[in-house]
């Protein structure tokens, strides 16, 4: 019922999105800040880091053009509509969250250092 609720009017391809960004964030608790080239941590390192700056664009621009798609929404699909710019935005806090480690080592602010 609760996930039921959750998922009320999303699409498969805002699905897609939010799966995509929870992937994305799995990674970026545990990354060290080094650069792998030569075998699989290549994903982890190189691939992920950049996905995860187009991913956050990408979150931005659908927070945005679901909101103005709702100001000429019928109701129903108005409050839809706002919902899933609340999952944006949570998923949006939930990978920056986890990568905020990572990118205070890469500008030069240790935060747990």
């Known amino acids: 019922m609760m996930t039921k609720n959750l ?7 805002r699905l897609a999105m939010l799966a995509c960004a929870a992937l994305l964030a799995l990674p970026g608790p545990f990354q060290d800040g080094l650069t792998y080239v030569r075998d ?12 995860m700056v187009i991913m956050v664009f990408v979150l931005l621009l659908d927070f945005t053009m ?6 000429d929404a019928t109701p129903d699909r108005r409050a839809d509509l706002y919902h899933a710019s609340r999952l944006d935005l949570w998923a949006l806090l939930v990978m ?9 080592r890469l500008f ?3 935060l747990f250092d």
């Not at 920056?96 to 205070?104: D, E, I, N, Y």
């Open 7 to 13: 998922l009320r009017g999303l699409n498969p391809h």
């Open 40 to 51: 699989w941590r290549i994903v982890t390192s190189v691939v992920a880091p950049a996905l």
């Open 66 to 71: 679901t909101r103005i798609f709702a100001m």
């Open 96 to 104: 920056v969250g986890a990568w905020t480690p990572f990118l205070a």
């Open 108 to 110: 030069g602010f240790p």
